[in-house]
Protein backbone atom coordinates (compact mmCIF):
# COMPACT_ATOMS: atom_id res chain seq x y z
CA UNK A 1 0.00 0.00 0.00
CA UNK A 2 1.13 3.47 -0.87
CA UNK A 3 3.08 5.25 1.90
CA UNK A 4 0.48 7.77 1.67
CA UNK A 5 -2.35 5.62 2.18
CA UNK A 6 -0.65 3.97 5.25
CA UNK A 7 0.02 7.32 7.04
CA UNK A 8 -3.65 8.54 6.23
CA UNK A 9 -4.85 4.94 8.07
CA UNK A 10 -2.92 5.57 10.86
CA UNK A 11 -3.72 9.29 11.16
CA UNK A 12 -7.22 8.39 10.93
CA UNK A 13 -6.87 6.15 13.46
CA UNK A 14 -5.43 8.07 15.79
CA UNK A 15 -7.83 11.30 14.80
CA UNK A 16 -10.73 8.73 14.92
CA UNK A 17 -10.07 7.98 18.86
CA UNK A 18 -10.29 11.74 19.51
CA UNK A 19 -13.74 11.61 17.84
CA UNK A 20 -14.92 8.26 19.87
CA UNK A 21 -14.22 10.79 22.61
CA UNK A 22 -16.25 14.16 21.31
CA UNK A 23 -19.13 12.13 20.49
CA UNK A 24 -19.11 9.86 24.00
CA UNK A 25 -19.87 13.31 25.87
CA UNK A 26 -22.70 14.34 23.06
CA UNK A 27 -23.95 10.72 23.53
CA UNK A 28 -23.93 11.04 27.63
CA UNK A 29 -25.69 13.87 27.76
CA UNK A 30 -28.27 12.91 25.01
CA UNK A 31 -28.60 9.25 26.46
CA UNK A 32 -29.63 10.82 30.04
CA UNK A 33 -30.78 14.26 30.27
CA UNK A 34 -33.06 13.44 26.38
CA UNK A 35 -30.98 16.50 24.66
CA UNK A 36 -29.04 17.39 22.17
CA UNK A 37 -26.42 19.52 23.03
CA UNK A 38 -25.99 21.28 19.54
CA UNK A 39 -23.18 23.69 21.58
CA UNK A 40 -21.31 20.68 22.15
CA UNK A 41 -19.14 21.46 19.44
CA UNK A 42 -18.79 24.82 21.25
CA UNK A 43 -18.09 23.02 24.62
CA UNK A 44 -15.27 21.69 22.89
CA UNK A 45 -14.10 24.85 21.06
CA UNK A 46 -13.78 26.63 24.31
CA UNK A 47 -11.60 24.24 26.06
CA UNK A 48 -9.45 24.47 23.31
CA UNK A 49 -9.32 28.16 23.75
CA UNK A 50 -8.85 27.53 27.57
CA UNK A 51 -5.84 25.20 26.68
CA UNK A 52 -4.56 27.58 23.66
CA UNK A 53 -4.17 30.74 26.64
CA UNK A 54 -2.61 28.99 28.90
CA UNK A 55 0.12 27.86 26.73
CA UNK A 56 0.08 31.00 24.53
CA UNK A 57 0.05 33.52 28.10
CA UNK A 58 1.84 31.01 30.51
CA UNK A 59 3.30 28.44 28.34
CA UNK A 60 1.05 25.60 30.12
CA UNK A 61 1.56 22.15 28.23
CA UNK A 62 -1.75 21.76 26.72
CA UNK A 63 -1.99 17.95 28.39
CA UNK A 64 -1.28 19.81 31.87
CA UNK A 65 -4.40 21.48 30.98
CA UNK A 66 -6.42 18.86 30.63
CA UNK A 67 -7.46 19.31 34.42
CA UNK A 68 -8.14 22.89 34.53
CA UNK A 69 -10.18 23.10 31.09
CA UNK A 70 -11.91 19.96 32.63
CA UNK A 71 -12.77 21.57 35.58
CA UNK A 72 -13.84 24.90 34.03
CA UNK A 73 -16.39 23.50 31.51
CA UNK A 74 -17.97 21.11 33.78
CA UNK A 75 -18.67 24.19 36.18
CA UNK A 76 -20.22 25.48 33.05
CA UNK A 77 -21.69 22.42 31.59
CA UNK A 78 -23.30 22.33 35.26
CA UNK A 79 -24.89 25.80 34.76
CA UNK A 80 -26.35 25.56 31.71
CA UNK A 81 -28.24 22.92 32.87
CA UNK A 82 -29.45 24.79 35.68
CA UNK A 83 -30.54 27.54 33.26
CA UNK A 84 -32.76 24.92 30.93
CA UNK A 85 -34.71 23.53 33.84
CA UNK A 86 -36.97 26.40 33.14
CA UNK A 87 -37.05 25.40 29.65
CA UNK A 88 -41.33 24.21 29.18
CA UNK A 89 -43.08 21.48 27.08
CA UNK A 90 -42.40 19.99 24.99
CA UNK A 91 -39.28 19.74 25.87
CA UNK A 92 -37.41 17.72 23.41
CA UNK A 93 -38.22 20.62 20.78
CA UNK A 94 -37.24 23.44 22.95
CA UNK A 95 -34.26 22.58 24.79
CA UNK A 96 -32.79 21.49 20.88
CA UNK A 97 -33.67 25.30 20.05
CA UNK A 98 -32.35 26.36 23.34
CA UNK A 99 -28.89 24.76 22.60
CA UNK A 100 -29.16 26.27 19.11
CA UNK A 101 -29.57 29.14 21.10
CA UNK A 102 -27.02 28.60 23.02
CA UNK A 103 -24.11 27.81 20.02
CA UNK A 104 -25.11 31.03 18.24
CA UNK A 105 -24.49 33.23 21.43
CA UNK A 106 -20.92 30.91 22.25
CA UNK A 107 -20.20 31.36 19.03
CA UNK A 108 -20.33 34.93 18.80
CA UNK A 109 -19.42 35.52 22.27
CA UNK A 110 -15.77 33.50 21.26
CA UNK A 111 -15.56 36.14 18.19
CA UNK A 112 -16.20 38.94 19.84
CA UNK A 113 -13.35 37.98 22.88
CA UNK A 114 -11.33 36.09 20.74
CA UNK A 115 -11.64 37.65 17.12
CA UNK A 116 -11.51 35.37 14.13
CA UNK A 117 -8.25 34.27 14.18
CA UNK A 118 -7.46 30.74 13.53
CA UNK A 119 -4.92 29.71 16.56
CA UNK A 120 -3.32 26.94 17.11
CA UNK A 121 -0.61 25.32 19.59
CA UNK A 122 2.79 25.00 17.94
CA UNK A 123 4.51 23.73 21.04
CA UNK A 124 6.98 21.62 19.00
CA UNK A 125 7.11 18.67 20.48
CA UNK A 126 3.62 18.09 18.65
CA UNK A 127 5.28 18.30 15.22
CA UNK A 128 7.77 15.66 16.27
CA UNK A 129 6.88 12.75 14.34
CA UNK A 130 7.11 9.09 15.21
CA UNK A 131 7.15 5.99 13.52
CA UNK A 132 4.79 3.11 14.53
CA UNK A 133 5.24 -0.13 12.69
CA UNK A 134 7.05 1.67 10.24
CA UNK A 135 4.83 4.31 9.46
CA UNK A 136 5.29 7.83 10.87
CA UNK A 137 2.71 10.36 12.18
CA UNK A 138 2.89 13.64 14.58
CA UNK A 139 3.88 12.76 18.49
CA UNK A 140 0.51 15.17 18.82
CA UNK A 141 -1.95 12.72 17.15
CA UNK A 142 -0.40 10.08 19.23
CA UNK A 143 -1.02 11.96 22.33
CA UNK A 144 -4.34 12.80 21.10
CA UNK A 145 -5.16 9.13 21.02
CA UNK A 146 -3.89 7.75 23.99
CA UNK A 147 -5.50 10.69 25.83
CA UNK A 148 -8.60 10.11 24.14
CA UNK A 149 -8.22 5.96 24.86
CA UNK A 150 -7.78 6.24 28.24
CA UNK A 151 -10.25 9.05 29.38
CA UNK A 152 -12.93 6.78 27.38
CA UNK A 153 -11.69 3.40 29.03
CA UNK A 154 -12.00 5.18 32.68
CA UNK A 155 -15.64 6.61 31.92
CA UNK A 156 -16.22 2.41 30.91
CA UNK A 157 -14.66 1.55 34.18
CA UNK A 158 -17.35 4.68 35.55
CA UNK A 159 -20.25 2.99 34.54
CA UNK A 160 -19.37 -0.40 35.10
CA UNK A 161 -18.11 0.09 38.52
CA UNK A 162 -19.77 3.04 40.27
CA UNK A 163 -23.12 3.56 41.73
CA UNK A 164 -23.47 7.00 40.06
CA UNK A 165 -22.64 4.89 36.97
CA UNK A 166 -25.17 2.71 37.45
CA UNK A 167 -27.61 5.40 38.31
CA UNK A 168 -26.78 7.02 34.90
CA UNK A 169 -27.06 3.96 32.76
CA UNK A 170 -30.78 3.29 34.84
CA UNK A 171 -32.05 6.54 34.12
CA UNK A 172 -31.00 6.64 30.50
CA UNK A 173 -32.86 3.33 30.01
CA UNK A 174 -35.91 3.95 31.84
CA UNK A 175 -36.16 7.53 33.37
CA UNK A 176 -39.57 6.73 35.24
CA UNK A 177 -38.56 3.59 36.79
CA UNK A 178 -35.13 4.72 37.35
CA UNK A 179 -36.75 7.60 39.58
CA UNK A 180 -39.26 5.32 41.30
CA UNK A 181 -36.42 3.07 42.28
CA UNK A 182 -34.94 5.98 44.02
CA UNK A 183 -32.49 7.98 42.24
CA UNK A 184 -32.66 11.71 42.32
CA UNK A 185 -33.31 11.99 38.29
CA UNK A 186 -32.56 15.76 38.57
CA UNK A 187 -29.57 14.90 40.53
CA UNK A 188 -28.37 12.59 37.96
CA UNK A 189 -29.07 14.83 34.99
CA UNK A 190 -27.03 17.55 36.57
CA UNK A 191 -24.08 15.28 36.91
CA UNK A 192 -24.31 14.13 33.31
CA UNK A 193 -24.78 17.07 31.67
CA UNK A 194 -21.55 17.95 33.92
CA UNK A 195 -19.13 14.73 32.86
CA UNK A 196 -20.15 14.98 29.41
CA UNK A 197 -19.13 18.84 29.11
CA UNK A 198 -15.52 17.88 31.52
CA UNK A 199 -15.34 15.13 28.93
CA UNK A 200 -15.45 17.96 26.06
CA UNK A 201 -13.06 19.62 28.38
CA UNK A 202 -10.71 16.41 27.83
CA UNK A 203 -10.73 16.72 23.91
CA UNK A 204 -10.87 20.14 23.80
CA UNK A 205 -6.74 20.51 24.28
CA UNK A 206 -6.36 17.63 22.33
CA UNK A 207 -8.58 18.83 19.39
CA UNK A 208 -6.70 22.35 20.02
CA UNK A 209 -2.91 20.55 19.99
CA UNK A 210 -3.95 18.56 16.29
CA UNK A 211 -6.46 21.48 15.17
CA UNK A 212 -6.58 24.51 14.19
CA UNK A 213 -8.83 26.97 16.51
CA UNK A 214 -11.48 29.34 15.66
CA UNK A 215 -15.32 30.60 16.55
CA UNK A 216 -16.95 28.90 13.69
CA UNK A 217 -15.30 25.25 14.13
CA UNK A 218 -17.75 24.42 16.65
CA UNK A 219 -20.41 23.88 14.51
CA UNK A 220 -17.53 21.02 12.32
CA UNK A 221 -17.75 19.44 15.81
CA UNK A 222 -20.65 19.33 16.86
CA UNK A 223 -21.56 17.49 13.62
CA UNK A 224 -18.63 15.17 14.34
CA UNK A 225 -20.41 14.22 17.29
CA UNK A 226 -23.47 13.73 15.91
CA UNK A 227 -22.01 11.45 12.84
CA UNK A 228 -20.45 9.38 15.58
CA UNK A 229 -22.90 8.97 17.77
CA UNK A 230 -25.38 8.24 15.38
CA UNK A 231 -23.24 5.16 13.99
CA UNK A 232 -22.77 3.83 17.27
CA UNK A 233 -26.02 4.12 19.31
CA UNK A 234 -26.07 6.10 22.40
CA UNK A 235 -25.30 2.67 24.97
CA UNK A 236 -22.46 1.58 22.69
CA UNK A 237 -19.25 2.88 24.06
CA UNK A 238 -17.69 -0.03 21.35
CA UNK A 239 -20.03 1.01 18.90
CA UNK A 240 -18.66 4.66 19.49
CA UNK A 241 -15.58 3.95 19.42
CA UNK A 242 -15.71 2.29 16.17
CA UNK A 243 -17.71 5.25 14.92
CA UNK A 244 -15.36 7.33 15.40
CA UNK A 245 -12.47 5.17 13.97
CA UNK A 246 -14.23 4.78 10.75
CA UNK A 247 -14.85 8.40 10.86
CA UNK A 248 -11.47 9.55 11.23
CA UNK A 249 -10.15 7.05 8.67
CA UNK A 250 -12.68 8.04 6.06
CA UNK A 251 -11.67 11.31 6.51
CA UNK A 252 -8.16 10.66 5.89
CA UNK A 253 -8.51 9.28 2.85
CA UNK A 254 -10.93 11.13 1.74
CA UNK A 255 -7.64 14.44 2.46
CA UNK A 256 -5.52 11.61 0.66
CA UNK A 257 -7.28 11.02 -2.52
CA UNK A 258 -9.50 13.94 -3.07
CA UNK A 259 -7.56 16.88 -0.77
CA UNK A 260 -7.68 19.04 2.33
CA UNK A 261 -10.84 20.49 1.02
CA UNK A 262 -12.97 18.01 0.49
CA UNK A 263 -12.27 16.30 4.48
CA UNK A 264 -15.99 17.52 5.70
CA UNK A 265 -17.62 16.01 2.91
CA UNK A 266 -16.56 12.11 4.34
CA UNK A 267 -18.75 13.02 7.60
CA UNK A 268 -21.38 14.25 5.39
CA UNK A 269 -21.28 11.16 3.57
CA UNK A 270 -21.20 8.47 6.52
CA UNK A 271 -24.40 10.74 7.81
CA UNK A 272 -26.41 10.53 4.60
CA UNK A 273 -25.74 6.95 4.23
CA UNK A 274 -26.54 6.24 7.84
CA UNK A 275 -29.98 7.91 6.85
CA UNK A 276 -30.46 5.30 4.47
CA UNK A 277 -29.90 2.49 6.16
CA UNK A 278 -31.31 3.78 10.03
CA UNK A 279 -34.07 5.50 9.23
CA UNK A 280 -36.42 4.71 11.67
CA UNK A 281 -35.43 6.70 15.08
CA UNK A 282 -31.98 6.95 14.25
CA UNK A 283 -30.72 6.74 17.88
CA UNK A 284 -32.76 4.24 19.12
CA UNK A 285 -32.90 0.72 17.99
CA UNK A 286 -30.97 -1.70 19.78
CA UNK A 287 -30.69 -0.97 23.58
CA UNK A 288 -28.68 -2.83 26.13
CA UNK B 1 -59.11 41.26 28.29
CA UNK B 2 -61.10 41.55 24.76
CA UNK B 3 -60.81 43.92 22.15
CA UNK B 4 -63.13 44.87 19.96
CA UNK B 5 -62.37 46.16 16.68
CA UNK B 6 -65.64 46.88 14.24
CA UNK B 7 -64.70 46.06 10.83
CA UNK B 8 -64.82 49.35 9.32
CA UNK B 9 -62.10 50.53 11.77
CA UNK B 10 -60.11 47.51 11.14
CA UNK B 11 -60.01 48.40 7.26
CA UNK B 12 -58.75 51.95 7.90
CA UNK B 13 -55.85 50.69 10.58
CA UNK B 14 -54.75 48.48 7.41
CA UNK B 15 -54.54 51.13 4.44
CA UNK B 16 -53.40 53.53 6.67
CA UNK B 17 -50.34 50.94 7.16
CA UNK B 18 -50.73 50.19 3.46
CA UNK B 19 -50.46 53.94 2.57
CA UNK B 20 -47.24 54.59 5.00
CA UNK B 21 -45.72 51.31 3.21
CA UNK B 22 -46.10 52.57 0.43
CA UNK B 23 -44.80 56.04 1.44
CA UNK B 24 -41.99 55.20 3.27
CA UNK B 25 -39.06 56.10 1.35
CA UNK B 26 -40.85 59.61 0.77
CA UNK B 27 -41.05 59.53 4.71
CA UNK B 28 -37.90 58.81 5.18
CA UNK B 29 -36.91 61.43 2.95
CA UNK B 30 -34.87 59.16 0.69
CA UNK B 31 -32.24 58.75 3.76
CA UNK B 32 -29.61 56.14 1.70
CA UNK B 33 -29.22 54.34 5.46
CA UNK B 34 -32.21 53.97 6.74
CA UNK B 35 -33.75 52.78 3.56
CA UNK B 36 -31.14 50.22 3.91
CA UNK B 37 -31.68 49.29 7.05
CA UNK B 38 -35.52 48.90 6.25
CA UNK B 39 -34.73 47.31 3.15
CA UNK B 40 -32.87 44.19 5.03
CA UNK B 41 -35.48 44.39 8.05
CA UNK B 42 -38.00 43.65 5.60
CA UNK B 43 -35.66 40.89 3.64
CA UNK B 44 -35.46 39.12 7.04
CA UNK B 45 -38.85 39.41 7.90
CA UNK B 46 -39.62 37.42 4.98
CA UNK B 47 -36.97 35.06 5.54
CA UNK B 48 -38.42 35.17 8.90
CA UNK B 49 -42.05 34.09 7.80
CA UNK B 50 -41.11 31.60 5.33
CA UNK B 51 -39.13 29.87 7.67
CA UNK B 52 -42.15 29.63 9.60
CA UNK B 53 -44.42 28.17 7.02
CA UNK B 54 -42.25 24.89 7.78
CA UNK B 55 -42.30 25.53 11.33
CA UNK B 56 -46.25 25.53 12.00
CA UNK B 57 -46.22 22.07 10.46
CA UNK B 58 -43.69 20.98 12.97
CA UNK B 59 -40.76 20.92 11.49
CA UNK B 60 -38.44 22.73 13.28
CA UNK B 61 -35.44 23.20 10.61
CA UNK B 62 -32.27 24.49 11.35
CA UNK B 63 -30.85 24.81 8.09
CA UNK B 64 -32.52 27.20 6.21
CA UNK B 65 -29.74 28.92 4.75
CA UNK B 66 -29.06 25.64 2.41
CA UNK B 67 -32.10 27.34 0.28
CA UNK B 68 -31.13 30.64 0.64
CA UNK B 69 -27.67 30.16 -0.60
CA UNK B 70 -29.14 28.34 -3.79
CA UNK B 71 -31.33 30.85 -4.62
CA UNK B 72 -28.62 33.26 -4.15
CA UNK B 73 -25.68 31.48 -5.92
CA UNK B 74 -28.71 30.23 -8.07
CA UNK B 75 -29.59 33.90 -9.59
CA UNK B 76 -26.30 35.18 -9.40
CA UNK B 77 -25.07 32.32 -11.92
CA UNK B 78 -27.81 32.62 -14.03
CA UNK B 79 -27.46 36.01 -14.38
CA UNK B 80 -24.01 36.48 -14.32
CA UNK B 81 -22.99 33.28 -16.57
CA UNK B 82 -25.75 32.79 -18.56
CA UNK B 83 -26.86 36.43 -19.12
CA UNK B 84 -30.29 35.49 -17.93
CA UNK B 85 -32.59 38.83 -16.88
CA UNK B 86 -32.24 38.76 -13.41
CA UNK B 87 -36.60 39.71 -12.85
CA UNK B 88 -36.34 35.98 -14.18
CA UNK B 89 -33.37 34.38 -12.74
CA UNK B 90 -34.61 35.17 -8.92
CA UNK B 91 -37.65 33.03 -9.88
CA UNK B 92 -35.69 30.38 -11.10
CA UNK B 93 -33.50 30.66 -7.97
CA UNK B 94 -36.36 30.01 -5.79
CA UNK B 95 -37.64 26.98 -7.86
CA UNK B 96 -33.95 25.74 -7.45
CA UNK B 97 -34.14 25.88 -3.80
CA UNK B 98 -37.50 24.46 -4.11
CA UNK B 99 -36.53 21.29 -5.61
CA UNK B 100 -33.39 20.63 -3.60
CA UNK B 101 -35.77 20.92 -0.75
CA UNK B 102 -38.16 18.08 -2.19
CA UNK B 103 -34.83 16.29 -2.65
CA UNK B 104 -34.36 16.24 1.67
CA UNK B 105 -38.17 15.87 2.16
CA UNK B 106 -38.07 12.88 0.35
CA UNK B 107 -35.27 11.51 2.21
CA UNK B 108 -35.34 13.30 5.65
CA UNK B 109 -39.58 13.46 6.22
CA UNK B 110 -39.44 9.96 7.46
CA UNK B 111 -36.80 11.16 10.61
CA UNK B 112 -39.22 12.67 13.66
CA UNK B 113 -38.85 15.88 15.65
CA UNK B 114 -35.28 16.52 16.68
CA UNK B 115 -33.38 14.41 14.34
CA UNK B 116 -34.48 15.82 11.30
CA UNK B 117 -33.75 18.91 12.24
CA UNK B 118 -30.24 17.63 12.85
CA UNK B 119 -29.87 16.63 9.32
CA UNK B 120 -30.72 20.21 7.74
CA UNK B 121 -28.10 21.53 9.64
CA UNK B 122 -25.99 18.63 8.17
CA UNK B 123 -27.42 20.13 4.46
CA UNK B 124 -26.60 23.37 4.83
CA UNK B 125 -23.34 22.24 6.10
CA UNK B 126 -22.70 20.08 3.11
CA UNK B 127 -24.05 22.81 0.58
CA UNK B 128 -21.48 25.76 2.26
CA UNK B 129 -18.27 22.84 1.88
CA UNK B 130 -20.01 21.97 -2.17
CA UNK B 131 -19.91 26.09 -2.65
CA UNK B 132 -16.75 26.67 -1.10
CA UNK B 133 -15.11 23.59 -3.34
CA UNK B 134 -16.45 24.08 -6.42
CA UNK B 135 -14.79 26.91 -7.61
CA UNK B 136 -15.55 26.83 -11.43
CA UNK B 137 -19.00 27.71 -10.89
CA UNK B 138 -19.17 29.82 -7.72
CA UNK B 139 -15.37 30.99 -7.43
CA UNK B 140 -15.15 29.66 -3.86
CA UNK B 141 -14.11 31.29 -1.19
CA UNK B 142 -13.59 34.17 -3.01
CA UNK B 143 -16.94 34.92 -3.45
CA UNK B 144 -19.02 36.05 -6.15
CA UNK B 145 -18.61 39.72 -7.03
CA UNK B 146 -20.47 41.43 -9.63
CA UNK B 147 -23.73 40.68 -9.25
CA UNK B 148 -25.78 42.93 -11.63
CA UNK B 149 -28.54 44.66 -10.24
CA UNK B 150 -32.22 44.37 -11.08
CA UNK B 151 -32.38 46.18 -15.14
CA UNK B 152 -33.51 49.22 -15.70
CA UNK B 153 -37.58 50.03 -16.08
CA UNK B 154 -38.83 52.56 -17.73
CA UNK B 155 -42.84 53.93 -16.96
CA UNK B 156 -43.45 56.39 -19.81
CA UNK B 157 -40.47 58.53 -19.33
CA UNK B 158 -39.62 57.55 -15.93
CA UNK B 159 -36.16 55.62 -15.21
CA UNK B 160 -36.44 53.08 -12.60
CA UNK B 161 -32.34 52.17 -11.45
CA UNK B 162 -32.81 49.47 -9.32
CA UNK B 163 -28.53 49.83 -8.81
CA UNK B 164 -28.04 53.65 -7.72
CA UNK B 165 -31.55 53.49 -6.08
CA UNK B 166 -32.63 52.24 -2.54
CA UNK B 167 -36.43 53.04 -2.47
CA UNK B 168 -36.85 50.90 -5.62
CA UNK B 169 -35.30 47.73 -4.44
CA UNK B 170 -37.14 48.89 -1.22
CA UNK B 171 -40.65 48.20 -3.25
CA UNK B 172 -39.25 44.99 -4.71
CA UNK B 173 -38.70 43.64 -1.37
CA UNK B 174 -42.30 45.17 0.38
CA UNK B 175 -44.12 43.56 -2.31
CA UNK B 176 -42.22 40.17 -1.72
CA UNK B 177 -43.41 40.77 1.48
CA UNK B 178 -46.58 41.35 0.51
CA UNK B 179 -46.63 38.55 -1.43
CA UNK B 180 -45.73 35.70 1.38
CA UNK B 181 -48.09 37.55 3.86
CA UNK B 182 -51.07 36.91 1.46
CA UNK B 183 -49.96 33.53 0.80
CA UNK B 184 -50.08 32.43 4.33
CA UNK B 185 -53.19 33.75 5.24
CA UNK B 186 -54.44 32.24 2.51
CA UNK B 187 -52.80 28.66 3.98
CA UNK B 188 -53.54 29.50 7.73
CA UNK B 189 -57.19 29.98 6.14
CA UNK B 190 -58.04 27.18 4.62
CA UNK B 191 -57.80 23.46 5.40
CA UNK B 192 -54.32 23.72 4.76
CA UNK B 193 -53.73 25.78 8.18
CA UNK B 194 -55.72 23.16 9.96
CA UNK B 195 -53.47 20.26 8.60
CA UNK B 196 -50.51 21.67 9.12
CA UNK B 197 -51.49 22.66 13.18
CA UNK B 198 -52.67 18.76 13.17
CA UNK B 199 -49.44 17.81 12.25
CA UNK B 200 -47.68 19.95 14.41
CA UNK B 201 -49.67 19.23 17.58
CA UNK B 202 -49.25 15.59 17.24
CA UNK B 203 -48.08 13.91 14.18
CA UNK B 204 -49.01 10.36 15.07
CA UNK B 205 -52.70 11.22 15.78
CA UNK B 206 -53.12 13.17 12.28
CA UNK B 207 -51.63 10.02 10.57
CA UNK B 208 -54.19 8.14 12.25
CA UNK B 209 -57.29 10.97 11.54
CA UNK B 210 -56.16 10.68 8.06
CA UNK B 211 -54.57 13.73 7.29
CA UNK B 212 -51.91 12.58 4.85
CA UNK B 213 -49.11 14.06 6.84
CA UNK B 214 -46.33 13.32 4.20
CA UNK B 215 -47.93 15.53 1.44
CA UNK B 216 -48.83 18.35 3.82
CA UNK B 217 -45.17 18.60 5.20
CA UNK B 218 -43.92 18.34 1.86
CA UNK B 219 -45.97 20.96 0.62
CA UNK B 220 -44.97 23.49 3.30
CA UNK B 221 -41.21 22.41 3.17
CA UNK B 222 -41.75 23.49 -0.85
CA UNK B 223 -43.58 26.62 0.13
CA UNK B 224 -41.29 27.70 2.99
CA UNK B 225 -38.29 26.97 0.69
CA UNK B 226 -39.29 28.63 -2.43
CA UNK B 227 -39.93 31.86 -0.60
CA UNK B 228 -36.55 31.43 0.96
CA UNK B 229 -34.71 31.03 -2.16
CA UNK B 230 -36.77 34.00 -3.87
CA UNK B 231 -35.53 36.23 -1.02
CA UNK B 232 -31.32 34.82 -1.06
CA UNK B 233 -31.68 35.49 -5.01
CA UNK B 234 -33.25 38.86 -4.25
CA UNK B 235 -30.27 39.87 -1.41
CA UNK B 236 -28.11 38.94 -4.45
CA UNK B 237 -28.79 41.24 -6.26
CA UNK B 238 -29.08 44.07 -3.64
CA UNK B 239 -26.00 43.26 -2.15
CA UNK B 240 -24.25 42.09 -5.49
CA UNK B 241 -21.70 40.04 -3.29
CA UNK B 242 -21.96 36.33 -2.44
CA UNK B 243 -19.74 34.17 -0.24
CA UNK B 244 -20.31 30.58 0.78
CA UNK B 245 -18.83 30.81 4.30
CA UNK B 246 -22.00 33.75 5.07
CA UNK B 247 -24.27 33.11 2.70
CA UNK B 248 -24.59 29.19 3.56
CA UNK B 249 -23.44 29.73 7.30
CA UNK B 250 -25.51 29.59 10.55
CA UNK B 251 -26.26 33.19 10.07
CA UNK B 252 -28.92 32.71 7.79
CA UNK B 253 -30.00 29.52 9.17
CA UNK B 254 -30.09 31.08 12.96
CA UNK B 255 -31.28 34.47 12.15
CA UNK B 256 -34.53 33.77 10.96
CA UNK B 257 -35.75 30.92 13.52
CA UNK B 258 -34.85 33.61 16.47
CA UNK B 259 -36.77 36.12 14.74
CA UNK B 260 -39.52 33.86 14.25
CA UNK B 261 -39.71 32.15 17.38
CA UNK B 262 -38.95 35.98 19.20
CA UNK B 263 -42.16 37.29 17.28
CA UNK B 264 -44.44 33.72 17.89
CA UNK B 265 -44.42 30.64 15.19
CA UNK B 266 -47.92 30.30 15.76
CA UNK B 267 -48.98 33.12 14.15
CA UNK B 268 -49.13 35.01 10.63
CA UNK B 269 -47.86 38.59 12.78
CA UNK B 270 -45.35 36.76 14.92
CA UNK B 271 -42.79 36.34 12.84
CA UNK B 272 -42.67 39.76 10.94
CA UNK B 273 -43.06 41.91 14.14
CA UNK B 274 -39.96 39.62 15.46
CA UNK B 275 -38.12 40.30 12.73
CA UNK B 276 -38.53 43.99 12.59
CA UNK B 277 -37.89 44.46 16.24
CA UNK B 278 -34.34 42.50 16.59
CA UNK B 279 -33.12 44.08 13.49
CA UNK B 280 -33.66 47.51 13.83
CA UNK B 281 -32.95 46.87 17.81
CA UNK B 282 -29.94 45.52 17.09
CA UNK B 283 -28.66 47.58 13.78
CA UNK B 284 -29.80 51.25 15.13
CA UNK B 285 -29.35 50.67 18.85
CA UNK B 286 -26.80 48.27 19.32
CA UNK B 287 -24.60 48.30 16.85
CA UNK B 288 -23.24 51.42 17.35
CA UNK B 289 -23.23 50.95 21.16
CA UNK B 290 -21.05 47.88 21.03
CA UNK B 291 -19.92 46.92 17.68
CA UNK B 292 -18.48 43.35 17.88
CA UNK B 293 -20.73 41.98 20.33
CA UNK B 294 -23.94 42.74 19.00
CA UNK B 295 -24.50 39.16 17.41
CA UNK B 296 -24.71 37.78 21.04
CA UNK B 297 -28.04 39.51 20.87
CA UNK B 298 -29.97 37.45 18.71
CA UNK B 299 -28.48 34.30 21.09
CA UNK B 300 -29.70 35.66 24.33
CA UNK B 301 -32.74 36.48 22.26
CA UNK B 302 -34.18 33.48 21.62
CA UNK B 303 -32.81 31.63 24.70
CA UNK B 304 -34.90 34.19 27.07
CA UNK B 305 -37.69 33.48 24.36
CA UNK B 306 -37.52 29.35 24.77
CA UNK B 307 -37.40 30.11 28.77
CA UNK B 308 -39.86 32.78 29.41
CA UNK B 309 -42.06 33.12 26.26
CA UNK B 310 -42.00 29.81 24.16
CA UNK B 311 -44.71 31.18 21.62
CA UNK B 312 -42.63 34.20 21.49
CA UNK B 313 -44.29 38.16 22.07
CA UNK B 314 -47.21 37.99 19.81
CA UNK B 315 -48.17 34.60 21.60
CA UNK B 316 -48.06 36.04 24.88
CA UNK B 317 -50.24 39.18 23.88
CA UNK B 318 -52.55 36.86 22.39
CA UNK B 319 -53.22 35.08 25.77
CA UNK B 320 -53.46 37.80 27.40
CA UNK B 321 -55.85 39.93 24.75
CA UNK B 322 -58.43 38.59 22.58
CA UNK B 323 -59.03 40.37 20.01
CA UNK B 324 -62.67 40.15 18.20
CA UNK B 325 -63.23 41.62 14.70
CA UNK B 326 -66.94 42.78 14.56
Known amino acids: ?288 | MRLKISRPARNILLSTLLLILAFLPLLLEFNEYLLYVINIAFLFASLSLAWDILAYCGQISFGHAAYFGLGAYGTAILSMHFKINPWLSVAAGGLIAMLFSTLIGFTCFKLRGPYFSLVTLAFAEILKVAALNLVSITNGPLGLLGIPAFPEIAIASIKIDFYTSRAANYYILVLTLLILIFTVHKILSTKLGIAFSAIRENEEAAEVLGVDTFKYKLLALMLSSFFTGLNGAIYAHLIHFLEPHFTFGLYFSAIPLVMSMFGGRLSLLGPIFGALILFLTNELILHPLFPSAHEIFYGIAILAVILFMPNGIIGWIKEKIEIEVQ
Not at chain 1, 66 to 88: A, Q
Not at chain 1, 181 to 200: H, Q, R, T, V, W
Not at chain 1, 281 to 288: Q, W
Request: hydrophobic share 55%.
Open chain 1, 1 to 288: MAIVLQQALLAGLLTGMLYALIAVGFALIFGVVRVFNLSHGEFIVIAGYISYWLWSLKGVDPLLSIPISMLLLSIIGGSIKKIMEGVKEPFELNTIVFTFGLTLFLENLMLSLWSGDYRLIAANYLDQSISILGVSTSLGRFLAFTVSLVAIALLHCFFKKTYLGLAMRATSQERDAASLMGINIKKIDLYAFSIGAALAGIAGPLFASIHYVYPSAGLEVTIIALVVTIFGGVGEIRGIILGGLILGISEAFTVALLGFQWRELAGFAMLIILLLLRPYGLLGGKRY
